[in-house]
């Protein structure tokens, strides 16, 4: 496996895989991997010829009070997961590499970029997808695989790469659970025992949604206030947000249909988690 540090490099990597008349996978984390990170690799490997994974963890998606400067760094033990996996490519640059002095030109998908996670932290999607369009034009793949944790950035980035028809096919895979159904999620690792297990109420929240939708409810507003009341029994937690959207708009709806996107997002003390499902 090689580690590549300049867009040069990858760019002339991937422009040798495909003149080679092979197909490229990207993958982009912020490192700290764990079983999410890894299902992706396995989907772009069981997909395309060569694979991309980029280990960035960009500063333009943090706000001023985040935790950018604590955000787990754990490089050695994510490139040996890497290579275990099959990776060809590592993508590690420095932030001077991805955001060159002087810098002033970003992306934002308006509209879509302040709702959801957009709302709670502005700024966040324009720093998201300002990072993955540097990406998606320095690697050139193929495909680009995302997890459907991060259900609201999936949304934002696809409307970007098709007003920028980039040409790229963006693949999204379901989210990777624990075994007591918490979402993994590289900030799980800031959680104490006791949080570990106060956080299992985003899980409890929404299997307590879909037990409702299953048995017919469609009504946007009365799975909303069954989510509150499970978070209600974990006065630890304190809920960001609960949302019933069009998963391409993020735009509120009011009935449970095809396509829509069940989202919460809550503190667990200090740590902000999310999770979803999609009504198929």
């Known amino acids: 496996?090689?580690?590549?540090?300049?867009?040069?490099?990858?760019?002339a990597w991937?422009?040798?895989?495909?003149?080679?008349?092979?197909?490229?996978?990207?993958?982009?984390?912020?490192?700290?991997?764990?079983?999410g990170h890894l299902s992706l690799v396995r989907a772009a490997k069981?997909?395309?010829?060569?694979?991309?994974?980029?280990?960035?963890?960009?500063?333009?998606?943090?706000?001023?009070?985040?935790d950018f400067a604590l955000y787990p760094r754990t490089f050695d033990a994510d490139c040996a997961l890497l290579e275990t996996d099959g990776v060809d490519v590592v993508f590690a640059p420095a932030p001077d590499e991805m955001y060159r002095p002087g810098s002033t030109t970003f992306v934002e998908v308006?509209?879509?970029?302040?709702?959801?996670?957009?709302?709670?932290?502005p700024g966040h999607f324009?720093?998201?997808?300002?990072?993955?369009?540097?990406?998606?034009?320095?690697?050139e793949p193929d495909r680009a695989f995302f997890g459907q944790k991060d259900a609201a950035q999936v949304a934002v980035l696809r409307r970007m790469v098709a007003d920028l028809a980039l040409p790229v096919e963006l693949v999204v895979s379901p989210i990777v659970?624990?075994?007591?159904?918490?979402?993994?999620?590289?900030?799980?690792r800031y959680l104490n025992a006791e949080e570990r297990?106060?956080?299992?109420?985003?899980?409890?929240?929404?299997?307590?949604?879909?037990?409702?939708s299953l048995g017919g409810e469609t009504r946007a507003s009365v799975l909303i206030e069954a989510a509150r009341r499970v978070f209600a029994a974990e006065p630890a937690?304190?809920?960001?947000?609960?949302?019933?959207?069009?998963?391409?708009?993020?735009?509120?709806?009011?009935?449970?249909?095809?396509?829509?996107?069940?989202?919460?997002?809550?503190?667990?003390?200090?740590t902000r988690l999310i999770d979803n499902f999609v009504v198929e």
């Open 1 to 11: 496996m090689r580690v590549i540090r300049t867009i040069a490099e990858l760019r």
């Open 14 to 35: 991937s422009r040798e895989v495909r003149i080679a008349g092979k197909s490229v996978g990207l993958v982009p984390t912020m490192g700290a991997l764990h079983e």
């Open 46 to 66: 069981g997909s395309c010829d060569a694979v991309a994974a980029s280990i960035f963890v960009n500063p333009t998606q943090f706000g001023p009070n985040e």
């Open 110 to 121: 308006a509209g879509l970029s302040e709702r959801l996670d957009g709302k709670s932290r």
């Open 126 to 139: 324009r720093g998201v997808a300002t990072v993955v369009a540097k990406l998606l034009i320095a690697a």
């Open 177 to 188: 659970r624990e075994t007591d159904g918490l979402a993994m999620s590289s900030r799980n």
């Open 197 to 212: 297990k106060q956080a299992l109420v985003l899980s409890r929240a929404l299997n307590a949604v879909q037990g409702l």
């Open 237 to 270: 937690v304190r809920v960001d947000y609960i949302a019933v959207v069009d998963w391409a708009t993020l735009e509120p709806v009011d009935e449970i249909r095809g396509g829509v996107l069940f989202a919460v997002a809550a503190y667990v003390r200090k």
